[in-house]
Each structure stands twice: as C-alpha cells, then as structure tokens.
C-alpha cells in the first residue's frame, strides 16, 4: 500500500506478492494434509467403534447388578479408570481387528475379576450368565425372544393339548414344550416330541442332558442357545451346568472360575482415598486373614478394630481423624448395624478422604452385611471384597490349599511326619469342603444349617500338625477325630442325629487307611481319593482335576438328592437375569404392553364375579351344628378379597396402558410381574401359599374358585 506508480516496477512488492503466494500454497498445503490426517484419524476411531460398544454393553452388565444387590454398586470412574489399565497392558498389534480383539478379551476379564471378588458365590455364575448374554445379545447372536422364554418358560394359561406321557412328562414340562413351538426356531416341536416319546425321554433319564445326543432333526439345527431351552423343559434341574458349558464354549474356561480371595490384589488397589469393604455373609469372617495380612505389612501393632453398635459411632470417628494424619488402619466392623452413623461415614469418606493432607499409608476397611442403608457414595467408591466358602468341592478345596495357613511353605513343611501329615491334610480338607456343601442340600445335607467356616479347619489343621509333631511313634487318631469331630466342628451341631453323622463322615477321613493305602477312595466309584503326591502344587494340581459339578455320591447322597437343590439354584439364577432385563420388542413384533393387556384380559374372562356372603350367609348360616358353614363364609371372604384386587389391578393395568391413570409403582410391579410369568406381590400378600407361576396359579385359583361354587350349589363336599 505504500509503493507508488507503476507496481511492475516496483521490485520489494512484486517479492513480496510472490512470496505471500508461496505461503498461500503452503497452507493450502498443510490444509490438505491436515485434512487428510483428520480423516484418517476418523477412520481409525471408527474403527475401534466396536471396543465402545462392547464397553457399553460390559458398563450395563455392571449396572445392572445393583438390581440383584444394592452393594454391587460401580462408579463411572472406576470403570474408565479399568478400562484405562487394560488400554495400558492388553497386548499390542499392528493390525486393527487383532488391537480391537486383544483388548476387548483383556478387558472383559478385567471386569471379571474386579467384579467377581465383590460378589456373593451364589451371584457369581450369574454375573458370568449375564455378561455372556449381554455380549452375544450386542453380536447378535442370541434372540430376546429366545433368551426370555429360557428365563420363564413362556407366559400362557390354557394349554389345549393333552400331555402324551403322563408317566414321565409332567404338565408344565408339557405346557413349555407347547409354548415353546411358537418359536421360529421350534416349529413343529411338540409334534415331534409326541411322535418321538421313546428318544426325547433318553434325554430326560440322562445325568448329563445337555451333552445327550437329541432325536434325529433336531440334532444339527440348534444353536447352543436352543440347546439350554431344551435341557430346561427336559430337566431344569441340570440347567446349571448347561449354563456353564454355555459360558466355557461362548467365552472360555476362566469366566466359570472366579478368582480366589486376595487381600494382596485388592490392597494394591486401594489407597488411602479408597476405603475397603468385606461384604459378609453367614459364617464369614475376614479378620483373621486381615490381621495376618496387617502383620505382614508390619501394621498390626498400629491397626485399630472398632465392632460398631450403640455409642461406638464417636470412638470410631475419633479414631478415623488421628489416623487419617498418622498413617495407621482402621477397622469399622459390622457398619450394618449402625445404620443411624451410615451419613456420618459417608461424610467422612466424602470429606476427610478426600482431602490432599491424608497419609498415603493410612487405610479405612469395613465390614458388613448387604445392607440398603449403606452409603452409595462410600460403595461406588470402595474396593469390595467378599469372603466366603466358594461353590462346589472344587472351588472349596482349591481356596483351603491356597489360603493360610496351608500355602504357608514354612508351615506345610513343618511336620516331622510327612507322609502322614500330608495325606491326612488332604482328607481333612476334603472333609471340611464335604460338610460345607452339604449345607445345600436342605434337610437331606443337615437338619439344621450350620455355619460352618475356615476357622474350623485352621484350628484342625494347626491341630493335626501339632499332634503329629508331639506323638512320634503313632497317629493319635481317636484323639483327632474327638478335637475336629466333638469340638472344632461338633461345637456348632445341636441337633443328635446330626452330631452322629458329622462322627460317622469324619471317620472316613481320619482313618489309618487314608495313611496306609494309596489312592484311598472317599467315594464308591473311586472318583475321588487321596492321591499319591509329595509337593504343594501337586495336591493343587490333583483338586484341578475334579469336576466343577460333584455327584450327589461323593456326599454320601443318592444321585436323585441334588435335584431339589439344583432346580432351586436354577430358578435363583433366572430369577436373577430376570430382574436385569429390560422391557423391549419381541422380534414377532408384540409389544411387552400388548402381550401383558392380552394376558389381563384372558384373566379377568376367567375370574367368577365375587361370591354374594350375604345370600350364601342365609344359606349356610353359622351353627354350632354345622362348623364347615363357618370354615366356608371365612374361605369365601377371603377369596373375594383375593379376586377384587386380581380385578382392580388387572383394570388398572389397561387404565394406565391408555393413559386414564398414573401407573404407581404397585401397578409397575404387576406388569413386570406377569411379563417374566410371576405371581405379583400385590396378589401374593392376599393369597393363600403358592409357588407356582403365574399361568398354573391362575388355572389352580379358578379350580378352588369352582370347588367352593360347587359346595354352595351341592351341599358340604
């Protein structure tokens, strides 16, 4: 702008017009490179969309667990912070699709683990389960229609078709299979089960269902999927396993295995920002494996134990700020007992932890039963730990041989007889794991439940090392077998007839045969015996072999005694899944509404109207000489009671459908209830006990229904 006359002769302009084209072209340039950088960037992120999706689906599989237990409760950041790790340690690749795999399996375990040290052995499978199922579900490789109708057999109340084998088929084995034709993947199912009785009724006899060869047709066809729809009509009992299998072949052998209780791992994870909780269960107690992980660290001396209850909240308060500054541990016991101090913890933990004064070396741990009082806030934020007798012989015998004291080399070696001292250790183990599995056999395993715990077979086994020691030229088994029998475990046993048959299982174990034989049996098949090993890792290697689901034999039980126990566990575990699922549309289409107002409909036609008392009254009037016309007007009253709230929910359902009326959380409780086939709580509180599903007690309460109308119109029955 300052150069004057002709501007071709004007040589600093035309330099600088040229060199300002120059870098022009240059950024246009770098425009286009940074264009195209950001387009591969692009693709690369669009090309890890599967490591989120399948990150999401693992983030709701946690979630959703507080629905089965408030304690089971995750924070956000938790969560990324996890993911963080394994982005950090998952093995690298060159190769997109080999990153993308490597990473989603490392952190797929990753929860596993973390999550699965938190949980109750009873919800461990089921946390595998429905992991599992969330993923495949993502992948599509399950259907929601098919998952649902494994989880409640199907929802409907009349079945048109008789039952072909009234022998061995029982009713609602029949109804499901009927159900279960309406499938796509099942069309023409019942026909050929009532053509092929004699080949589907292999199955039904067989101890192993779900690896039982099916009927020619439906043998190739069906996904792994089906397969476990199948063995849940045939024989819920063994679903169980079936699930298992389903786990191995969907995600591998490590998800039926949770690891076993580490305070080393879970300490590791903590910080002094960090509180720890051992959520507790019947018989479990952490504090002797805490105050040996405390003398370890060299912290024992320092670490302070507060059991709360009535007057202990300022103590434990107190004690809480000096170690915030000092660096020492605190143990809050039984926080589920006070829950009037829970806002008070939570207080602490938001405000006290927080703060960036706080020794790193201090360390807050609490225990406590599931409680709905517990501060969120403190749970979403904690590392959880659970300690209890994990589930099956297995798992059981593998925690004694890697839990103190027996994976103490000092002490394992420490016995002057070896021999002896190793095989009578084994059996004590086999015998501890024995008594406690009993437990899950109800009535059939011991009159009474009792606790037992690892504090039983610790003073044993530091018993059975001491005597071995003291008595040099024999084994002092009568005097064994009185401590371990009569005291250790004796001391829990009230009932007579239980106490005779703990004596009678010990002196299987603690026997000169166990000593004096190779490979002693503890079953009558063999299966299980004392093997002949000399090192740690070889008895731990021999547990390894047994198999995750024990025969009934091994507990001295017919092969018919785990039945009830299984089919329990089974409907525990649906139960479970249930309560996680979401309401959505089935692929034929039907809407959860739709399928619940026809399922209302076709209840309120069957329902009588209410029994008039008053005409009846006169009919039947209350005498001394007639006592059932007393029974009757009492039954009639009630079951009216019972009909006029089935009516006005099931009205209430449709109003809210429509929009006339809020649907409360009562009304909510019904429809969920009657789209997985469950009795509902409002209609329970005024029914008489019953267990059945919500077709069959439908169908049982119109025949009581008739049976009263047909006292009223005949006469006493």
Known sequence: SSSQGNILEDETAINILSSSKALSEEISLKQDIANKTEEEIDTVRNGYKPVAAHSSILFFAISDMAVIEPMYQYSLSWFISLYLHSIENSQPSDVMWHRISNLNDHFTYSVFVNVSRSLLEKDK??????????????????????????????????????????????????????????????????????????????????????TEPRPEGWSIELTEMQVLIVVRIFRPDKVIPAIQDFIVQKMG????????????????????????????????????????????KGVSGSMHTVSLGQGQGPIAEKLIEEAVHSGTWVVLQNCHVATSWMPTLEKICMEWLTDEEVNPSFRLWLTSYPSPHFPVSVIQNSVKMTKEPPKGLRANMLQSYLSDPISDMAFYEGCNKKKEWQRLLFSLCFFHALVQERRKFGPLGWNIAYKFNESDLRISVMQLQMFLNDYHDYVPYHALTYLTGECNYGGRVTDFQDRRLIMSLLKLFYCPEVVETDRYAFSETGQYCCPVASQHSD????????????????????????????????????????????????????????????????????????????????????????????????????????????????????????????????????????????????WAEKSYPSLKPLGSYVNDLIARLQFFQDWINDGTP
């Open 125 to 210: 499978l089921l946390f595998s389960f429905i992991m599992c199922v969330g993923i495949l579900k993502g992948t599509g490789e399950i259907k929601s229609e098919e998952l649902r109708f494994l989880l409640t057999g199907g929802v409907a109340l009349d079945n048109p078709h008789p039952n072909p084998a009234n022998d061995w088929l029982i009713d609602k084995s029949w109804a499901e299979i009927v159900n279960c034709s309406q499938l796509s993947a099942f069309e023409g199912f019942m026909e050929h089960v009532r053509d092929n009785l004699s080949e589907w009724k292999l199955i039904y006899d067989s101890a192993t269902p779900h």
């Open 539 to 682: 008895y731990v290697d021999y547990i390894k072999t047994f198999s995750y689901v024990p025969h009934p034999e091994v507990f001295g039980l017919h092969e018919n005694g785990d039945i009830a126990k299984d089919q329990q566990e089974t409907q525990q575990l649906f139960s479970g899944v249930l309560s996680t699922l979401p309401r959505e549309q089935s692929e034929g289409g039907k809407s959860a509404q739709n399928i619940v107002e026809d399922l209302a409909a076709d209840i309120i036609s069957k329902i009588p109207p209410n029994f008039n008392i008053e005409v009846i009254e006169e009919k039947y009037p209350v005498k001394y000489e007639e006592s059932m016309n007393t029974v009757l007007l009492q039954e009639l009253i009630r079951f009216n009671n019972l009909t006029s709230v089935i009516r006005r929910s099931l009205h209430d359902i449709g109003k809210a459908s429509m929009g006339l009326i809020l649907m409360s959380a009562e009304v909510e409780e019904v429809f969920d209830s009657m789209l997985v086939g469950k009795l509902p709580e409002m």
């Open 253 to 296: 052998s490590e998800y039926t295995e949770p690891p076993n209780f580490d305070l080393t791992t879970s300490y590791s994870d903590s910080s002094a920002q960090t509180p720890l909780i051992f959520i507790l269960s019947p018989g479990a107690d952490p504090m002797a494996a805490l105050m040996k992980f405390a003398t370890e």
